[in-house]
């Protein structure tokens, strides 16, 4: 098992290193038609939003696998789509993105969660998210350096696809042996997904807005990578720890602290680029990783596939969502701030919400279980 785990470890480093390249890459290469950048990532926000619901149903009838393979057969096209500076073929090039992170990195978390279970789904999920987020600030570096270099980041991705599709062939099946035939509850990953929709608004707003503003501060490729990458970082390195402590101490409060510290870090972004891009990665560290396991928590081992699509389908809408946003907002940066500071108080609302919801279940629970005994006549506790 501790094999097959790091196996898939090395794939979802494979996937971010992919996101991470290309996602500073083409932001700072088409810096002059920055209109589509915004176009680009809301066609991204939907297509990976749709492909992960897609990806959970069918790893959980094909096999994780098959759709691992499948994700990575759609990032060969990206390369080729580079090499054309057309904004339209921009816009395609982050669809094919879009069906290649969704596919690739809900079947490895999917999977290390099959490995793990339940009980320590926040170390799996805190694992995966750690090292797909380590090869996103990798990735960001590289992309500093290849550009600063005038050098094609798109042969470098070319290379990283066809070393995930040699590696991924290896792996082994994960999904689980029991029938698919039980239903999947919507309410906890609707709730979820809600508040991760909202978090999405930070991490496109360091995806497309940071660069935009660093690069009309004068600030060079490589200091633009520079400070991504400390929010990259921050974000990746902890993530196995909170994950951990989430299966230890609980979820919710770790997520509400994430959520102030993402609020912090975007509002504080005026006064010092690189403290808030360390604070938003360490809020973004507490929130990413315990979202995916509290879905866990709530879901059925045989549509733990779907339940964890449901979740991403909303969560990477978000994408999308603040795509839609920042169109009407990129010219002013202070509203920009203000849209994604409001989004996480929001999405700490909604989990307040969930969390009392479940508090309520478990105490309607409990009474229908102390009321049972005696044919509904309660007795008390002899």
């Known amino acids: 098992m501790k094999i097959s785990f790091h196996v898939f470890t ?211 490729p490589l200091e633009i990578a520079t400070i991504v990458t400390i929010y990259s970082m921050s974000w990746a390195s902890l993530q196995t720890p909170m994950g951990h402590i989430s299966d230890v101490r609980g979820r919710t409060g770790i997520i509400l602290i994430g959520f102030t510290l993402m609020s912090i870090g975007v509002a504080s972004f005026p006064l010092n680029y690189y403290l808030s891009a360390l604070i938003s990665g360490i809020g973004m560290a507490m929130v990413y990783p315990t979202l995916i396991a509290l879905v866990n928590d709530d879901a059925d081992i045989a549509v733990r596939g779907r339940a964890l699509g449901v979740y991403r389908l909303l969560r990477d809408g978000g994408y999308a969502i603040a795509g839609l946003f920042f169109f009407f907002t990129y010219h002013t940066p202070s509203w920009s701030i203000v849209v994604v500071v409001m989004c996480q108080i929001l999405a700490m609302i909604t989990i307040s919400w969930r969390s009392r919801i479940r508090i309520s279940q478990k105490i309607d629970l409990l009474k229908s279980k102390l009321f049972s005994k005696g044919n509904g006549n309660y007795r008390g506790w002899s």
Do not use: C
């Open 10 to 220: 090395v794939m979802v480093f494979l996937t971010g290193l992919f996101l991470g390249v290309l996602r500073l890459a083409y932001p700072v290469i088409e810096i002059n038609s920055y209109s589509y950048v915004l176009y680009s990532l809301i066609v991204f926000g939907v297509v990976k939003s749709i492909m992960n619901y897609v990806s959970g149903h069918l790893s959980d009838f094909i096999g994780r696998k098959k759709v691992l393979l499948l994700g990575w057969l759609a990032a060969l096209p990206i390369s080729v789509f580079g090499l054309f500076r057309s904004s339209e073929v921009l816009i395609l090039l982050t669809a094919f993105l879009g069906v290649n992170q969704a596919l690739t990195w809900t079947t490895t978390v999917t999977s290390q969660i099959d490995l793990t279970g339940k009980k320590r789904a926040g170390l799996a999920a805190g694992f995966n998210e750690t090292f797909g987020y380590l090869g996103v600030a990798l990735g960001n570096f590289i992309a500093g350096i290849l550009i600063e270099s005038e050098i094609s980041p798109y042969l470098f991705l070319l290379f990283t696809s066809l070393l995930a599709l040699s590696i991924g062939s290896s792996v082994r099946e994960t999904k689980p042996s029991q029938g698919v035939t039980s239903r999947l509850s919507l309410t906890s990953p609707l709730l979820i997904g809600m508040a991760g929709l909202l978090e999405k608004f930070v991490d496109a707003f360091f995806w497309v807005l940071v660069p935009l503003y660093l690069y009309l501060e004068k600030q060079s």
